[in-house]
């Protein structure tokens, strides 16, 4: 009998559908009996903004100087019917998170940075805390189904309302605060017995549909003096019928969030597997617009995945008015920051992967109510930080629009785009690179 | 507008609601009639301040919405919504009132001289509602805080995941939801139901009312729990 003892062998080779992290969760989940929680938004590859190129000008496009020839950047957010519409310098604004979720320095920080450029920042599940209203200078007030902390005095303090029926993250899913940190400044806010876990609706209470949701914003605008724009937000699960359907009810703002949009703390089930990416509702809710003829008229703000000037030109040119920044102007503040990445490792993780934001254990200070965790973040510091990098963003901005022979990064366009993926083409309705085709058209 | 020494008359016939609504939010004090509301949306919402407010006739949705200070009489029905958030004051409803009366009230009393429907008291945070008829489904959903005291009947799932607040029911209740339950009525209870009666003008014996609230067993995940999420 031969003796193959010796003979190479196969190398092992682990299953592509039971892959590493796939085994953990099982092992997790057969060890706890409780569905994974964690923040942030998926995690996965999707097509996104990467899998396009901005064109460039050539022969046939005008190209303007770098740094040289002006290159505007501002926007105005909801002339439709508000009499004070927002007048931002940049088109990159602060996404809604919660104090919370979030500590106070933090949203002091974010108020900080946002107004050092003259954008927007927004509240959250939760209310508007004097830290943060004080340090803004445009502050959107959501207006959520919990309706935590929700008082008509905030409401017309507020320079904007952001209707929020959903995010990107967990359409149509509530919102979720675990109990280690409802502290007694998070209760008092919520009106919730300190430490219990705190669920906010997933739908609005005295509303069923965008009938109702179309008198809800007349009697919002009646109680603020028809002064303030409002926004409604969903996440980006149908969004074409979502946005024609705000537009119908009377938005200013249409904000559409794609499945990359962060969270603080939802199923990981739910994060990764419900709602479409950003680059697939920017088209559809642009589609919206344009069908209806309220392109430009009805601004529309895109979030998700945002991460660098070349994102925002590219929503930009797809048809977005604006755009909103959550995990990136966290990460700005210091979230996920390798310097510490032995606090990380403690917690089982490590920088760049940690999400148990829920816990309330942020090294970084951000994602917490422990005080004195929470002191680590100087809101003056991370503010700055992040200012600079919606700085940079800004400039990248200018940088690609120029490229394309645009005086003002509103005018970059469809035209201006080319896919890398077939993907990337259908979804976003631009031609495949080097063809004149596009995915089902 | 029509004024007179005691009173002034705002007409929705000859107005229009955001007329009316700013006369109303503007007044620091002062009584006012609202005549010919027909049905309108949103109609006495916002105000700030200690004025005496009376609606002739049925109102839309979100009457008296986040009333603060004020004083809100609707003579007739009410649309839903009815004194959603109010923070403070007093709105009364002589009629039937629709589905999330008084829903995430902060503050103030809310009442209901005949019938509500569902969601009345939706995630109230501190609002007491006192209702003369019969409540719907799904009342005192998600409940923080505040008292709802139903002197008829209470439909299906009463106080589903309530939080802190309390439910005082005359009548039949159809059945409770997640984590609600039957609690014992004691002295402090009988004394707080009295004085919301009185207030909302209701005659009726503390003894007749059995309370309910939260048996604070879901109040933080257990897997144990499995079967009742």
């Known amino acids: ?441 | 507008m029509t004024t007179t020494l005691a009173n002034t008359e705002l007409d929705l016939a000859k107005l229009d609601r955001r007329q009316v609504n700013r006369a109303l939010q503007e007044a620091a004090k002062g009584d006012f009639t609202v005549t010919n509301p027909g049905g309108t949306h949103a109609l006495a919402c916002g105000l700030m301040h200690p004025v005496s407010v009376t609606i002739k006739g049925h109102c839309g949705y979100y009457a008296a919405g986040m009333n603060k200070e004020a004083s809100v009489t609707i003579e007739g029905n009410a649309g839903t919504g009815v004194a959603e958030n109010m923070m403070s004051g007093v709105v009364r409803v002589t009629g039937d009132a629709s589905q999330s009366a008084g829903a995430t009230g902060h503050g103030g009393l809310l009442v209901i001289e005949g019938n509500t429907s569902a969601r009345c008291g939706i995630s109230m945070k501190g609002i007491d509602i006192v209702v003369g008829g019969n409540i719907g489904h799904m009342c005192a959903f998600m409940a923080q805080a505040g008292c709802l005291v139903v002197c008829g009947d209470a439909g299906a799932d009463l106080g589903d995941s309530i939080y802190e607040a309390r439910i005082y029911v005359r009548g039949r209740v159809a059945s409770l939801g997640a984590d609600c339950i039957e609690k014992e009525m004691r002295d402090e209870h009988r004394a707080e139901l009295a004085d919301l009666l009185e207030q909302a003008g209701m005659d009726a014996d503390p003894s007749a009312f059995k309370r309910y609230g939260s048996a604070r067993e879901l109040y933080n995940f257990n897997i144990d729990n499995l079967d009742a999420y």
């Open chain 1, 1 to 441: 009998m031969a003796d193959y003892s010796d003979a190479p062998r196969t190398l092992p080779k682990k299953p592509w559908t039971f892959d590493d992290h796939t085994l953990s969760e099982i092992r997790r989940a057969a060890a706890t009996g409780i569905y994974d929680i964690r923040g942030g938004g998926s995690k996965r590859r999707l097509p996104h903004f990467d899998d396009l190129v901005l064109l460039g000008a050539s022969i046939s496009r005008y190209a303007l100087e770098g740094y040289r020839e002006k290159c505007g950047t501002d926007v105005i957010l909801g002339d439709r019917f508000a009499s004070k519409p927002l007048h931002l310098k940049i088109p990159i604004t602060i996404a809604g998170m919660s104090f919370g979720s979030l500590s106070a320095n933090a949203k002091e920080a974010l108020g900080r940075g946002a107004s050092a450029m003259g954008t927007s920042t927004t509240t959250g599940d939760g209310g508007m805390t004097p830290e943060e209203r004080g340090q803004s200078r445009h502050l959107v007030y959501q207006y959520l189904p919990s309706r935590y902390g929700m008082n008509p005095d905030d409401l017309r303090k507020a320079d904007a309302i952001e209707i929020v029926v959903g995010q990107g993250a967990k359409p149509g899913g509530g919102g979720m605060l675990l109990g280690q940190k409802i502290t007694d400044r998070v209760a008092g806010m919520r009106t919730l017995p300190v430490g219990v876990d705190q669920r906010s609706a997933c739908r609005h209470p005295d509303w069923t549909g965008p009938d109702d949701m179309e008198i809800k914003i007349q009697e919002l605008r009646e109680i603020t003096n028809w002064e303030k724009p409002i926004y409604v937000k969903v996440g980006a699960a149908r969004p074409y019928y979502d946005t024609a359907l705000s537009v119908k009810a009377g938005a200013d703002v249409v904000v559409v969030d794609g499945m990359q949009g962060g969270t603080a703390a939802t199923q990981d089930v739910f994060i990764e597997h419900v709602g479409i990416p950003t680059l697939a509702a920017v088209r559809e809710a642009v589609r919206a617009l344009t069908d209806l003829d309220m392109h430009r008229k009805v601004q529309l703000v895109v979030s998700g995945g945002i991460r660098n000037g070349a994102d925002v030109a590219k929503a930009l040119a797809m048809g977005a008015d604006a755009v909103a920044i959550g995990t990136a102007a966290l990460v700005a503040l210091g979230d996920n920051d390798p310097a510490l990445e032995a606090e990380y490792q403690k917690l089982g993780t490590t920088a760049g992967a940690y999400d148990d934001w829920h816990e309330g254990r942020d090294p970084a200070g951000i994602s917490t109510q422990d005080p004195e965790l929470a002191k680590r973040l100087d809101p003056v510091k991370a503010g700055h930080r992040l200012a600079n990098y919606l700085a940079v963003m800004t400039l990248e901005l200018q940088t690609l629009a120029r490229a394309n022979g645009k005086s003002h990064v509103r005018n970059l366009e469809p035209e201006d785009l080319a896919a890398l993926t077939v993907e990337a083409a259908a979804m976003a309705g631009v031609p495949l690179a080097g063809t004149s085709w596009i995915p089902g058209q």
